[in-house]
């Protein structure tokens, strides 16, 4: 029994995808955490059952996401905290999120060469490509993945009401928004998409959307009110401090600003990226041609046009506040890769689906438009691939060198940290671990240095009950709950947020402690203080020449500068 065509062009453009994938994440085999990764890998290595992580907010910071933080504790326990299979989880998800925007676009009826172009772009252009291959990033990727799923499903309840149908896409808007707050993008989309009533394609009536449109916005509705029930109040001070609608607006206005960077990633090869480039303006020029103007009338390219276009800037909108408040770095050709351009590229995973969605209206109108003109069309598909082929080598070139950035800039020291606790006697709850005269290539990792350490340890070492940092406090400390003495911080003392105390946060069986260092004299008093120095490959215990003042040793009772 033969195929048939739909189920051939679903086929052959998941093998692509999935090949697709395959090649961008090679280099990544050898790869490893960095920063923000360390706090998710520890989480997932130490807490003893994940039900806390469906409840509360995880870091007793500024955010809500059950769904992707319930995701790293089950990856961490199949995969453990080596980097490499928590990346290739990652690109698969991505090449995944590829397949769905391309279900999507063939349920929106653009033929599988449109569609398939389109989610091809998707995965291998090279700012969603850094999302996939910065393991923190996964927020965004799983955020994409159900939102995918719930427009894919909200279309097909518009074409074959149903119960079922509605629950689908009602839940799957759901764990988006739980995945990541950039979910909220998508049920503005979705409503557009009930609203835009097609006649002769859709067969639900006006009862029936209105149904779909009623359990969309209430999932949407509820996931809001639920929000200050387990967040604390810093995200207001953090992000909203200019009020909701001017952050909004500012916030946008500064992601449009920075579009054209990361739409045109200045990475790898200055031929490829340069081909791709153009080659891409080439396609978009070929196709705004009379005729495939002409198109826009209908409803197909016209509607996928509008709809691409508001999931980019409501997802836009729905980042704004962190966007806003972040310092931007796009890429720059050097020939080197760096972490603040791969880590923002996250801030245009979702708006690049939307900038796809068009990129797919285009090819569709302007094969409408000339569906005889078999020449033109086919110097389309060269452009076309030439252009992949440009893509996919940036996103290559990115891949091999973020490989090799955090071996150099953290993960050495790390390991070499977490041997010297190995050695040291008697390390009880309550314990104090500073790491001295760290090399400038290390800083950046200090910040996160108590979770970057902890997330090689074995789960009950005796460590996890230290308090563990530099000459300046990380961003936080991850501590076995159970057992601490009363105060076992002291002498180092707990951060003031706002004008009041930020206490320790309890997630099951860990506690997150936020905390300053006092100065030096406390410091070197305190008993329950070991001291270690960095001595060109590894830690020694300096404990003794730092209590003798025959080592100095200086204590800082600010925040790290990065």
Avoid at 399 to 422: F, N, S
Wanted: aromatic residues 10%.
């Amino acid at each position: 029994m033969r195929a048939a065509p739909a189920d051939k062009a679903r086929l052959a453009a998941a093998i692509a995808l999935a090949v697709l994938g395959a090649l961008l994440a090679w280099p990544l085999r050898k790869g490893h955490a960095y920063l923000d990764d360390y706090v998710f890998l520890a989480l997932g290595r130490h807490l003893e059952a994940p039900w806390p992580l469906l409840f509360q907010d995880s870091l007793g910071a500024f955010f809500f996401r059950p769904v992707t933080m319930f995701v790293w504790w089950a990856t961490v326990a199949l995969l453990g905290t080596e980097a490499p299979g928590h990346l290739a989880f990652n690109v698969a998800l991505h090449a995944a999120n590829g397949y769905l925007l391309f279900a999507l676009l063939r349920r929106l009826e653009v033929r599988p060469s449109a569609a398939t172009l389109a989610a091809l772009c998707f995965v291998a252009h090279p700012a969603t490509f850094s999302s996939a291959a910065w393991l923190s990033d996964r927020f965004d990727l799983l955020a994409t993945f159900f939102g995918l799923v719930a427009l894919l499903a909200t279309e097909r309840a518009l074409h074959s009401p149903g119960g079922l149908r509605i629950a689908i896409a009602a839940g799957a808007l759901t764990l988006s928004i739980l995945a990541k707050e950039t979910g909220y993008a998508v049920p503005l989309v979705a409503a557009a998409m009930v609203a835009w009533k097609l006649e002769g394609t859709h067969a639900s009536s006006g009862r029936e959307r209105a149904r779909l449109l009623l359990s969309l916005g209430a999932a949407a509705v509820a996931m809001l009110a639920l929000r200050p029930f387990v967040l604390r109040a810093v995200g207001d001070v953090m992000f909203l401090n200019e009020g909701i609608a001017p952050t909004l607006w500012k916030g946008t206005l500064k992601w449009l600003q920075y579009l054209p960077d990361f739409l045109v990633v200045r990475q790898g090869n200055l031929a490829s990226v340069a081909a791709w480039c153009a080659l891409l303006l080439a396609i978009v020029a070929i196709a705004f041609l009379p005729g495939t103007l002409a198109q826009w009338r209908r409803p197909g390219p016209g509607r996928i046009a509008v709809l691409g276009a508001l999931l980019a800037l409501s997802s836009a909108a729905a980042q704004s506040p962190v966007f806003l408040a972040s310092p931007i770095f796009p890429y720059a050709f050097d020939g080197k890769v760096l972490f603040e351009p791969l880590a923002a590229s996250r801030f245009f995973y979702l708006p690049l689906v939307g900038l796809a969605m068009i990129l797919a209206a285009v090819a569709e109108a302007c094969a409408r438009a000339y569906p005889q003109r078999r020449v033109g069309l086919a110097m389309m598909g060269v452009l076309a691939t030439c252009a992949l082929v440009g893509l996919a080598a940036s996103s290559r070139a990115i891949a091999r060198d973020w490989a090799i950035y955090p071996l150099v800039h953290g993960e050495t020291m790390l390991r070499a940290a977490a041997d010297a606790l190995a050695r040291l006697p008697r390390l009880q709850p309550g314990c104090k671990v500073y790491f001295l005269a760290t090399p400038a290539r290390f800083s950046a990792v200090l910040g996160m240095l108590d979770t970057g350490i902890k997330r090689h340890l074995p789960r009950g070492h005796a460590a996890l009950g230290c308090f563990l940092q530099a000459e300046h406090a990380p961003w936080y400390h991850l501590l076995e709950a159970r057992g601490l003495p009363p105060h076992a911080e002291k002498p180092m003392e707990t951060i003031l947020f706002g004008g009041k105390p930020f206490e320790a946060h309890r997630v099951g069986n860990l506690e997150f402690h936020y905390l300053r260092i006092a100065g030096d004299a406390a410091v070197i008093a305190d008993p329950r203080a070991s001291f270690l120095a960095w001595r060109g490959a590894g830690f020694e215990d300096v404990t003794g020449d730092v209590r003798e003042r025959r080592l100095e040793a200086r204590f800082f009772d600010n925040r790290p500068p990065y």
